[in-house]
């Protein structure tokens, strides 16, 4: 490992998460911007319901959040190959080999976008050990009432807090404690310009605000690696997924 891989291993231990400014530089995020709208048009019409998230389900300028973008695009499956970016990182921070899950689009809308709840990737993941990664990149500047994403710095050191439901489509689970000490004392804020790229443990306690911009949305993307030595527990996930989804159709959400 070159120098600065080891110290991005180092920092993301000690935190639970590393900050890469220009990430991705201006033409590559040109490039993802391009073909995310052209995922919009011509590949969402073809997805899952269970895959395509809206705040209001009848209003299609609300798109909130898209699922398994790279299983459903060359462009996007590219982007969590062996060789990218973004599987070298994902490398680099768990400390050993890994393997592609999910890239997913959020979108918090002008004017109204959702708060993100605070919670734990790894509430949502069924591993042994708990030990993955969300690496999260802006697709266009994010200021502060745009909805930043917040980490808890060192709360990747405590393991899995209680969640319940929290009632927001996409991140159906909150941390039920949020809000104590620990977490008022170690909370990291991260504006953003586009291309810049923030990297969290699986355990990071982290959550976002909503968007309170009359004119602004604020549009990111999420990629998700699983280290190779974590082992799913596939009948939990897949259970609750199916609950989940039964309760969203059962209320109009999707
Ligand atoms: O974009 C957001 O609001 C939050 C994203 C997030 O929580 C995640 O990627 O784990």
């Not at 809206?54 to 609300?62: G, I, L, Q, V």
């Not at 923030?198 to 604020?218: C, F, M, Q, V």
């Amino acid at each position: 490992m070159s120098k600065h891989s080891q110290r991005l291993n180092h920092e993301f231990k000690l935190n639970g998460y590393v900050s890469l400014p220009g990430f991705f530089n201006a033409e590559e995020i040109a490039e993802i911007q391009e073909n995310k709208e052209r995922f919009i048009r011509d590949v969402v019409p073809t997805m899952p319901k269970t895959e395509v998230y809206y705040e209001d389900a009848k209003d299609p300028s609300t798109l909130k959040q898209l699922i398994q973008l790279w299983k459903h695009d060359d462009f996007f499956g590219s982007m969590m190959a062996e060789q990218s970016k973004l599987s070298t990182l994902s490398k680099i921070c768990l400390g050993e080999k890994t393997k592609p899950i999910n890239m997913q689009y959020f979108n918090k809308h002008a004017g109204g976008g959702q708060a993100t709840p605070p919670h734990q990737d790894g509430y949502f993941f069924h591993l042994t050990p708990n030990h993955a990664i969300t690496m999260w990149f802006a697709l266009e500047d994010v200021e502060p009432e745009q909805g930043c994403v917040n980490y808890v710095q060192g709360s990747n050191k405590y393991g899995l807090r209680a969640h319940g439901a929290s009632g927001v489509l996409g991140f159906s689970q909150s941390i039920l404690d949020f809000g104590i000490d620990f977490d008022r004392e170690n909370t990291v804020s991260f504006p953003c310009k586009a291309g810049d790229l923030i990297a969290h443990h699986s355990l990071t306690t982290h959550w976002a605000d909503g968007n309170s911009s009359k004119d602004k949305s604020r549009q990111a993307m999420g990629a998700i690696f699983y280290a190779e030595s974590c082992k799913e527990n596939s009948a939990a996930k897949k259970a609750y997924q199916a609950a989940l989804d039964a309760q969203l159709a059962a209320k109009g959400r999707i």
